[in-house]
């Protein structure tokens, strides 16, 4: 057992990242820490002084006998100050317990702003990865409630620490073996506590994948997203049951260490009682044949309780810290991450020329994690002032393009140039402000309108006329005029009066962005799937106006979409099998002709 012990200390130790853990709650809380600190000192040194004015108390007594007349304004003395240190006492304990609540308060905002802060930064490549989600989970798992147990079991164990030393030496003064035994029978349920959460932790690691899934699956049953299909589909029962199954699981592996620690802890905790009374017995039969004083029994009855307790919670803090150390391990695993994409060291400014081109040359690209080529060897250009298109059938990697014309990804080789530079010598987000993208997953932002479309070039501060002329190139004014409160209006459903539109007026909206955006390059990325044939016409037509002088990328399935474009690139199997004018491609008679088949016309 005592190896075990003295493994599971070390992996303790190893595992807890103490002194990263006080350097967080630092960095979130410096002042509130100092005055945490200060209050902790002065209630552990009137909670001592408490316990030792009640000592002299009882010696005074002791050594003058209780009917000493002379011994009275002693007596009262000692009783007061006694008394004024234990009023002090928990006057102190109730203000510390504030100025803890917010000193984690400071240290959960600190954490939560990190977390977010990652979560914007981490590159894409992130977001494909479980590994990354089950981090992310544990971490934003632990930004709710864990800094507060965290600061509060910290500041504990500081307190209870600071009491027993000072408490071992009033009881060092009756006899030095008390404190030994005492430490004796409490360190087993030490033992217990910290096995268990070790285990717990080990646990929660194997679990976190199986609580994504049930939260994924929850998810489902509740979402507004899925409902139709779950109801029409009848989808409701069966997933139910896989949730359920999962929960079940779950809760089954957390019960059997449960019950394991329960039988541990009864026998332990007979173990410290049967301690507590040797202590008793050992100091009893000492009055009997003289060896301690009345003086000596009282402080022992109230001061050894108070240590046993202080043993006990600190055994208890010091589970509970190592229990939240698989959280705080998550969310130091999260802040360890680093972006794949790399800042250059001195970076260019973006070319300020009216004229600017965005270039792929010899691209290749594979996923993280895949095992082919998603693209091969791509070259294709986008003027200043033109507009060109990509067609291919699903899969064929256009989406993929535009991930790396946007940076979101770096090619695998070959590069992306922005006028003849290498777009990796230009700051990621000078870059990224270059081109706006509307994905084929475009978001749909539960805000205002307005707002709706001011997220397209949200650092610029720009009149309220150029948000309605957005609106109005993308065709969105039409429903935006007919909400009683324009373009004030909340959208979507999640919140109190807010008004869901259908997906065409969705993706509208999600158009208004790019032609807000000031971006020299706009990228539509199936972005009309969803628009009637007249507004998709209306909208192309006269696209070139526009857009004025910016270059622009269309992909799309619609012949309609990509016809007058000034350049056509066909991508087959990530690779480029033709390109040219919609005319020229036509009567190639290859794989652009085939993909559009029956309907093509070259009017
Ligand atoms: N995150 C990813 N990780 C691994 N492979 C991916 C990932 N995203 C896409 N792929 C693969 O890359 C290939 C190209 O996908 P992409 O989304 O670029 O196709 P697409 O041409 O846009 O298709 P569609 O017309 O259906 O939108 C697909 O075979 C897909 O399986």
Redesign the pocket.
């Known amino acids: 057992m005592i190896k075990s012990f003295t493994s599971k200390v070390h992996k303790f130790s190893t595992n807890l990242s103490i002194y990263r853990l006080l350097k967080l709650i630092w960095a979130g809380s410096k002042q509130w820490s100092v005055i945490s600190i200060f209050f902790i000192a002065l209630e552990s040194g009137l909670f001592f002084s408490s316990l030792y004015f009640l000592k002299i108390l009882i010696d005074t007594i002791s050594k003058h006998g209780i009917t000493d007349i002379k011994n009275e304004p002693e007596v009262i003395k000692y009783i007061i100050l006694s008394t004024i240190s234990a009023i002090l006492f928990t006057s102190v304990k109730s203000i510390s317990g504030y100025i803890t609540e917010k000193q984690s308060g400071k240290v959960a905002e600190h954490i939560d702003e990190k977390i977010h802060n990652c979560a914007i930064e981490l590159d894409l490549s992130f977001y494909?990865s479980p590994n990354y989600f089950d981090i992310l989970k544990r971490a934003r798992d632990m930004a709710t409630d864990r800094p507060n147990i965290i600061v509060f079991t910290i500041v504990d164990i500081a307190k209870n620490f600071i009491s027993l030393i000072l408490i071992a030496s009033l009881l060092v003064s009756i006899d030095w073996r008390l404190f030994p035994i005492l430490a004796l029978f409490v360190v087993p349920t030490l033992w217990v506590r910290i096995n268990f959460a070790d285990s717990q932790n080990v646990l929660r690691l194997s679990q976190t994948a199986f609580e994504r899934k049930s939260n994924y699956l929850s998810t489902l049953l509740t979402s507004d997203v899925h409902a139709k299909e779950v109801r029409s589909f009848g989808l409701g029962n069966h997933l139910k049951k896989l949730y359920v199954d999962i929960r079940l699981l779950l809760l089954n592996g957390r019960l059997k260490i449960s019950k394991q620690k329960t039988y541990q802890e009864l026998i332990t905790s007979t173990i410290a009682t049967m301690g507590f009374f040797a202590c008793v017995a050992y100091i009893a039969i000492g009055s009997i044949h003289g060896v301690t004083s009345v003086g000596d029994i009282t402080l022992f009855l109230v001061a050894f309780p108070q240590a046993f307790n202080i043993m006990q919670n600190l055994s208890n803090s010091i589970s509970t810290l190592y229990h939240n150390n698989v959280f705080v391990k998550s969310i130091f695993e999260l802040f360890d991450l680093k972006s794949s994409l790399k800042e250059y060291e001195n970076p260019l400014p973006i070319p300020s020329d009216n004229e600017i081109d965005l270039e792929l040359k010899n691209v290749s690209f594979i996923?993280?994690?895949?095992e082919k080529n998603?693209l091969t060897n791509i070259s294709l250009k986008m003027p200043a002032g033109k507009i060109i298109a990509v067609v291919?059938?699903?899969?064929?990697?256009?989406?993929?393009?535009i991930k790396l014309l946007c940076r979101l990804y770096d090619p695998t080789s070959g590069s992306v140039n922005l006028n003849h530079t290498d777009i990796k010598s230009f700051k990621i987000a000078d870059y990224q402000k270059q081109i706006c993208a509307v994905f084929?997953d475009f978001g749909k932002y539960n805000v205002t309108v307005a707002e709706n479309i001011r997220f397209g070039d949200i650092h610029s501060h720009r009149e309220q006329v150029d948000i309605v002329d957005a609106a109005k190139n993308s065709g969105a004014d039409i429903f935006i005029d007919k909400f009683p409160q324009k373009y004030e209006t909340t959208m979507g459903r999640i919140f109190e009066e807010g008004h869901e539109v259908s997906i065409g007026q969705w993706q509208k909206l999600a158009i208004a962005r790019a032609f807000y955006s000031n971006s020299r390059f706009v990228v539509l990325?199936?972005a009309t799937s969803a628009l009637d044939a007249h507004a998709e016409k209306e909208l192309f037509d006269s696209f070139r106006k526009r857009i004025g002088n910016r270059a622009a990328l269309i992909?799309s399935?619609r012949q309609s979409a990509v016809k007058h474009a000034d350049y056509i690139y066909m991508?087959s199997e990530?690779e480029i099998s033709e390109s040219g004018t919609h005319e020229e491609l036509v009567k190639l008679k290859g794989n652009y002709y085939h993909l559009f088949n029956e309907n093509l016309t070259t009017d």
């Open positions: 494909e996923y993280p994690h895949a998603t291919g059938s699903n899969g064929a990697g256009k989406s993929t393009l084929q990325d199936e992909i399935h991508l990530g």
